[in-house]
C-alpha cells in the first residue's frame, strides 16, 4: 500500500525553525514529484513548494521562497521541509502528496503553529 506520511509539526517561536518529514511507503520516492501543501484555518488547502523526481528541482510559493527548504533523502524514503524564520501567519496542518496532488493519498498532517 502506498502512503505518504508527514511528521515533525510542533510550536515554534516567531523567528524558530522547524524540519517536518513525508515518509513514504509502498513507493520509491524518487520516482516521483512531491509537494508539500498547508491549510491555516479558515482558509482553502495551497500548495508552498514541490520537488521533482528527476533531478531534484525545487519550487517555492511566494509567501515562503527564502525561508522554506525541500529536500529528498531517496535513501531514507522521505522528502522534507526545513522551514525557517517561521511567521505566525506559517501556522497551519501542514500535508505532503505527489504532486500534482491525488485525493487518495491527503494523510492526516502535521500541525505548525508558530506563536509566542
Known amino acids: 500500500e502506498v502512503q505518504l506520511v508527514e511528521s515533525g509539526g510542533g510550536t515554534v517561536q516567531p523567528g524558530g525553525s522547524m524540519r517536518l518529514s513525508c515518509a513514504g511507503s509502498g513507493l520509491t520516492i524518487g520516482d516521483y514529484a512531491i509537494a508539500w501543501f498547508r491549510q491555516a484555518p479558515g482558509k482553502e488547502r495551497e500548495g508552498i513548494s514541490c520537488?521533482?523526481?528527476?533531478?531534484?528541482?525545487?519550487m517555492y510559493e511566494r509567501s515562503v521562497e527564502g525561508r522554506f527548504v525541500i529536500s529528498s533523502d531517496k535513501d531514507k524514503k522521505t522528502v522534507y521541509l526545513q522551514m525557517n524564520s517561521l511567521k505566525p501567519e506559517d501556522t497551519a496542518i501542514y500535508y505532503c502528496?505527489?504532486?500534482?496532488?491525488?485525493?487518495?493519498?491527503w494523510g492526516q498532517g502535521t500541525q505548525v503553529t508558530v506563536a509566542s
Open positions: 520537488i521533482s523526481s528527476a533531478e531534484g528541482d525545487s
Open positions: 502528496n505527489f504532486y500534482p496532488s491525488r485525493p487518495d493519498y
